[in-house]
């Protein structure tokens, strides 16, 4: 099946980190700003068009994930993070903006909190990692695969072309790949949680931390157990959005790329 978004414009490179290749797209002028996709890739990063005047905008896809290789001996987040500190020597990339979106968002946070030298300024868009007996996640296990991409967004409709009804075999079996790939290092649940509000209160890096009011995967109640656990974390939350925030949202975009730039 062909991707319903475009690479057009965007530069795309393959680097080797111990022994397993990594696809990175880029484009634009100005800061460095990295961005960590969430759980699947099928829905590309047409949003990021929107900083391209702003910032030199750095899309790396995960190993496990999209074109990238899978990596066996990545099996904790905390070997993405390793993995992303080789990543970025390799890019010489010494300061910049981070952002991350659910597991990416997961991702930005463990890594800028083991190397905040970093990262100058981080926005995370519905970020993975806390849980609350409050906001529980969606039944998956009972669920229909095919109302999986009505949870997404607000909008349905937005999320058709990305995941059509009628969608192949090919298709499918890079949405399984990708499920195991967000699986293995987010199966933690509880434990995670606690590991993550002891840290947090370290957390160094100016952080925004955005939901979307309408996201049905990880629930916006979720942001103000992030505002809790830091000081340095302010939470913003967005009308008429769902979890895919960044890509539905124009507001988020502004929103997240004046914070990323200081404003």
Request: one cysteine or more; a negative charge; aromatic letters at 10%.
């Amino acid at each position: 099946m062909t991707p319903a978004y475009s690479t057009e414009g965007f530069k795309r490179d393959e680097h080797v980190v111990d022994g397993i290749r990594s696809v990175v797209y880029s484009a634009g002028a100005g800061p460095d700003v990295v961005y960590f996709h969430g759980g699947g890739t099928f829905h590309g990063f047409e949003w990021a068009r929107d900083w391209l005047t702003r910032f030199h905008v750095i899309l790396p896809q995960h190993p496990g994930f999209g074109e990238s290789a899978d990596d066996p001996d990545i099996t904790a987040m905390a070997d993405y993070v390793v993995h992303y500190a080789a990543l970025f020597d390799a890019l010489g990339l010494t300061r910049f903006g981070l952002s991350g979106a659910s597991l990416g968002g997961r991702m930005a946070t463990e890594f800028a909190l083991t190397h905040p030298a970093k990262v100058r300024r981080m926005v995370l868009a519905a970020p993975a990692g806390l849980t609350a007996p409050d906001c529980p996640p969606p039944s998956y296990a009972t669920m229909d695969p095919r109302d999986i991409p009505k949870l997404l967004v607000a909008d349905p409709e937005f999320i058709a072309p990305f995941w059509p009804p009628d969608a192949d075999e090919g298709f499918m079996a890079a949405r399984a790949r990708e499920r195991v790939s967000t699986a293995r290092v987010l199966a933690d649940g509880e434990a995670a949680d606690r590991k993550l509000r002891r840290r947090l209160p370290r957390l160094a890096v100016p952080t925004l931390v955005l939901w979307g009011e309408e996201d049905h995967v990880l629930l916006p109640g979720l942001a103000k157990h992030w505002q809790d656990a830091s000081p340095n974390v302010t939470v913003g939350t967005i009308a008429g959005a769902g979890h895919l925030l960044l890509d539905e949202s124009p507001s988020a975009r502004e929103r997240a790329a004046a914070f990323l730039a200081g404003v």
